[in-house]
């Protein structure tokens, strides 16, 4: 249900979108879908190289490891082991967020599970395979991943701070 | 600057996207980043065969191949959106909203756009990029993706409230605000000392 909402605003978006361009006229429409459309043709290749590559690199990466390390131990330590787990999180948010929950219930720290889902998001290795270095220059996405680097302990200095969640 | 239908045949590398009127997008053949995906992938294809065989194997292919074909529309449609606002949007004013000196303006502009941009990865980083093309800087795009993944409301509704429950949801977020714009002006930060001379190689 979900996935046919997020269809119908994506291709709404395109529709909309085309006909500013159809209205700036008939070239401007036929550049840019072709355009797009070398885009597609150019990107396919390495989305399945992304998707097919990352169902195998998360096939050996068992999720009792990233459980492990995101243990009821806390402090600082946990906080790095959480950033950690959080980058090698195999699968798509569901695997994630389950993860994140199950050590939330196995005792981990909020402050910890908050560091793990930050730098899960800023992180995850399948979303930078599968989308990010497909699309974007190679050269955005490290800098990008490089200076996102101390966020996820800000997070959870910031959740320290506070006291919460 | 601004009139851009003339098409570089031979789509120019994305490194000259300063000097190009009409930058190249990411048409690049396969780059070292794919080249060490593809080695890492062949390392994991052979622990999978070693450990289950090759039914391991075909197993993985075939649910890959599934998601895949059904990802692909919505890859052409992320396409066709970044494509549709690079020949839109006028360059000048995404550089003036979105360039080096966009000050915390540019930044903030990032953020909100990463917050409430629709759809998925296949929309934010097709639009990411075009809007790279178009004038924007990498600490503007910084904060848009960050934003995008930190508060972006579409995964948070439909997978992290459900699973990690109301409280926990709300206080990641509110804890997450600032983040994009300080990722985006630390970027911004360490750019310009890193590309001190002018364009990067």
Redesign the interface.
């Known amino acids: 249900m ?1 996935a046919l909402i ?2 119908i ?3 709404g ?2 529709a909309v ?2 006909f ?2 159809w209205q ?1 006229g008939r ?2 429409l036929v ?3 072709r ?6 043709i ?16 998360a ?2 990466i068992p999720s009792e490891v990233i459980t492990g390390w995101l243990g009821p131990d806390s402090g600082w330590l946990g906080v790095l082991m959480a950033a950690i787990a959080g980058a090698a999180t195999p699968g798509g ?2 695997i994630g ?2 993860l ?2 199950v050590a ?1 219930k196995a005792g981990a720290g ?1 402050p910890q ?2 560091a793990y ?2 730098a899960w ?2 992180f995850a290795f399948q ?1 930078l ?16 991943a ?3 680097l ?2 996820p302990f ?2 959870a200095a ?2 320290m701070a ?1 006291g ?2 | 600057m601004a009139e851009l ?1 003339l ?1 570089d045949p031979a789509t120019a590398d ?2 000259a996207a300063d000097t190009e009127p009409r930058p190249g ?3 690049k053949p ?5 080249i060490v ?2 080695v ?2 062949a390392v ?2 052979v ?2 065969w070693r ?1 289950d065989g090759v039914d ?2 075909t197993e ?2 075939t ?3 599934e ?2 074909g059904g ?18 949007l006028p360059h000048e004013k995404v550089s003036r909203a979105l360039g080096p000196s966009s000050g915390l303006k540019g930044l903030l502009i990032g953020t909100a756009f990463g917050a409430i941009l ?6 934010v ?2 639009v ?2 075009a809007l ?1 093309t178009v004038g924007a800087d ?1 600490g503007a ?2 904060a848009m ?2 934003s995008w ?2 508060i972006g409301y ?2 948070a509704i ?3 409230l459900p ?3 109301t ?2 949801t ?3 977020i ?3 605000l600032p ?1 994009p714009v ?2 985006g002006a ?2 911004r930060f ?2 310009v000392r890193i590309y001190r001379h002018g364009a ?1 190689p």
């Open positions: 979900s997020v269809d605003i994506l291709w978006s395109v979108l085309g500013i361009a700036r070239t401007v550049t840019s879908v355009e797009g459309t070398m885009d597609f150019n990107i396919v290749p390495r989305i399945a190289l992304g998707v097919i590559g990352a169902g195998y690199i096939a050996v948010p569901v967020f389950s994140g929950a939330m909020p599970v908050v889902v930050v998001a800023l979303r395979i599968l989308w990010e270095i497909p699309f974007m220059p190679a050269r955005f996405v490290w800098f990008r490089a200076v996102s101390p966020f800000v997070a910031i959740a506070i919460r969640p | 239908p098409k994305a490194d997008r990411i048409r396969i780059g070292w980043s794919m995906i593809a890492l992938v994991s294809v622990l999978v450990r391991g194997v993985i292919l649910t890959d191949l998601l895949f990802i692909l529309p919505r890859v052409l449609a992320g396409c066709l959106l970044g494509a549709f606002i690079a020949e839109i629709p759809g998925g990865p296949f929309t980083y097709p990411a990029a790279l990498f795009i910084i993706v960050v993944t930190l579409g995964r439909v997978w992290e699973i990690m429950g409280d926990f709300l206080w990641r509110v804890i997450s983040l300080l990722a630390l970027g360490v750019y990067p």
